[in-house]
């Protein structure tokens, strides 16, 4: 059981947090459906990591074959963004 506090707060119990690997920061999408709060956790993909990526393919590529068109690098962060997805 939960309880909203005055500002509209609700602590998830320790169990389910702990289950979910939720802690401080993590982000949930909240939404109402058919009387019930549904919350969900987001998984939000280190863009960082996915630019180096996506440069380290491209650098590779200009390196063995010489420089790329806007459509060969667009493939590869086309490529790249399906993998993350995955």
């Known amino acids: 059981m939960a309880v909203t506090s005055s500002k509209g707060q609700v602590v998830i119990p320790q169990t389910i947090r702990k289950k979910l690997g939720i802690g401080p920061k993590t982000k949930l999408l ?10 969900k956790k987001l998984e939000i993909p280190d863009v960082t990591k996915e630019l180096k990526g996506i440069f380290k393919r491209i650098d590779a590529r200009v390196a063995k074959y010489g420089e790329l068109t806007d459509e060969e690098i667009n493939e590869i962060i086309q490529e790249r963004r399906a993998k993350a997805f995955q």
């Open 30 to 39: 909240v939404y109402g459906y058919r009387g019930a709060v549904i919350m």
